[in-house]
Nanobody, 120 residues
Framework: QVQLVESGGGLVQAGGSLRLSCAASGSFFSINAMGWYRQAPGKQRELVAGIISGGITKYGDSVKGRFTISRDNAKNTVYLQMNSLKPEDTAVYYC??????????????WGQGTQVTVSS
């Protein structure tokens, strides 16, 4: 099993910043890609940012220019630096990892989520 543990969420004023972390642990051979998704009440889950092993990143249009995703491959950890936060960013943020198992299969894993609340 692979476990993803998110941390860093909380309450922040509009215009503030937060840094989310997601650490992968358990049994796997490698992590091919990691990313962050979010889901607000009444809305669909959406991609916030993703990063692959080679460092290529992708951002959702609503966060581009404000959020930055990074990855520490040695620690199997992905980060999301969130700046200039807006109330619209309020959501549960979920970490996602595309992993290759020790026997070669590829599987998608999700963290339990961390709440980010931005007050106006």
């Amino acid at each position: 099993q692979v476990q993803l543990v998110e941390s860093g969420g909380g309450l922040v004023q509009a215009g503030g910043s937060l840094r989310l972390s997601c650490a992968a642990s358990g049994s796997f051979f490698s992590i091919n890609a990691m990313g962050w998704y979010r889901q607000a009440p009444g809305k669909q889950r959406e991609l916030v940012a993703g990063i692959i092993s080679g460092g290529i990143t992708k951002y959702g249009d609503s966060v581009k220019g404000r959020f930055t995703i990074s990855r520490d491959n040695a620690k199997n950890t992905v980060y999301l630096q969130m700046n200039s936060l807006k109330p619209e960013d309020t959501a549960v943020y979920y970490c996602n990892a595309d992993c290759t198992s020790r026997y070669g299969g590829r599987y998608d894993y999700w963290g339990q989520g961390t709440q980010v609340t931005v007050s106006s």
